[in-house]
């Protein structure tokens, strides 16, 4: 345990470092400021003009389903002294704001998938299937990933620190992709609309929140990875069960131009933000969470109907691409292509 003793220290050491990585990584693509600060200030914008509808909606009323968290789905696997795990000071393998791979739940979780025993590649794929089978969704304040492993439910953010810290206790450079979500594109997929504040929000805004997915650099090349949407919320809605690999954005989310950015660690002011979100307006997320129980039930009865995920997911892929508009444009001399 004195290795493990050492992470306080080294995590306050490399704190400063990685908040200047984080701004230094963000894309220059003229992204509009921070999407959770600027939720934040939409939400204070909505209650100082519509204090009687805030104050109506930010409670359950009596006839409203309450949440009732389920059961972990998995066993831990216990710390033993000796386990393996990275404690190099490398950007995208060092401990960062709510993602700690020193942690000893994350240790001997990356350990029971393969770490240091199944090459990089595989061990992803074994992180990010574990995530995305076992993590169930609830909107709960940000806490670090051995937290959330011992819980077994988390938002984006939760689920998305979870994968980072498995991948960098195996010694496998992962990072955050973050984005602010089309609400309006997602509701029109069947993913929203059950909370009257949110939609409040996104009519004050015009997006809603950060979204997140990971990006594991496998054999020299960073790979994208959404293990946050379990195959059954992906059946729920029609779509494909997107493996590693595969972009959330264009299949499950849009993003606003714009807002994507790539960092080591969670941003300053992103979780304070939700944090603070969910602390003044406690009935979101119930109604949430309990409508995401709720998606996630009827996506099982359909991969059930459709004969197993793998069948599903060939239904929705066949779907998806007969969907998907095609353009003839040959001898077109109207139309100029050029490198």
Partial sequence: MAQ???TKTQLNETKTQVNETGKNQSSSNGARGPPMMMTAFALTRFILTHP??????????????????????????????GMKYSTSHE??????????????????????????????YEFAEAAYWFVKENIQFEMCTFDSAGTTLTRGTGTCFHYIS???????AAGVKARYK?????????????????????????NSLGYL???????????????????????????????????????????????????????????????WGMNLLLRITPATPERVAVAY??????????????????TYDNM???????????????HDAALVFED
Avoid at 99 to 116: D, K, Q, S, T, W
Avoid at 293 to 310: N, P, S, T, W
Avoid at 316 to 330: G, N
Wanted: aromatic letters at 8%; charged letters at 25%.
């Fill in 4 to 6: 493990l003793n050492e």
């Fill in 52 to 81: 009687v509808a805030f104050m109506g909606h930010r409670k359950m009323s009596a006839d409203e389903q309450r949440y009732v968290r389920p059961p972990r789905q998995y066993k831990l696997p216990s710390f033993r002294e």
């Fill in 91 to 120: 950007p995208y393998l060092r401990p960062t704001r709510h993602c700690n791979p020193r942690e000893p739940e994350v240790i001997a979780m990356a350990n029971e998938l393969g770490a240091y025993e199944l090459p990089d």
């Fill in 162 to 168: 979870l994968f980072n810290a498995l991948c960098r």
């Fill in 178 to 202: 973050l984005f602010a979500m089309n609400y309006d594109r997602y509701v029109g997929r069947g993913g929203g609309g059950v909370d009257p504040l949110w939609d409040a929000l996104y």
């Fill in 209 to 271: 929140m950060s979204e997140a997915e990971a990006e594991v650099c496998l054999d020299g090349v960073w790979t994208v990875a959404h293990p946050a949407t379990s195959a059954e919320l992906q059946a729920a809605r029609g779509l494909p069960i997107t493996k590693l690999g595969e972009d959330s954005i264009g299949i499950f989310f849009d993003a606003v131009p714009g807002t994507i950015q790539q960092v080591e660690s969670i941003p300053l002011g992103v979780d």
């Fill in 293 to 310: 129980q709720r998606a996630a039930m009827y996506g099982r009865q359909v991969i059930a109907e459709a004969g197993g995920c793998d």
């Fill in 316 to 330: 929705a892929r066949e779907r998806l691409r007969l969907a998907s508009p095609t353009i003839a444009a040959k």
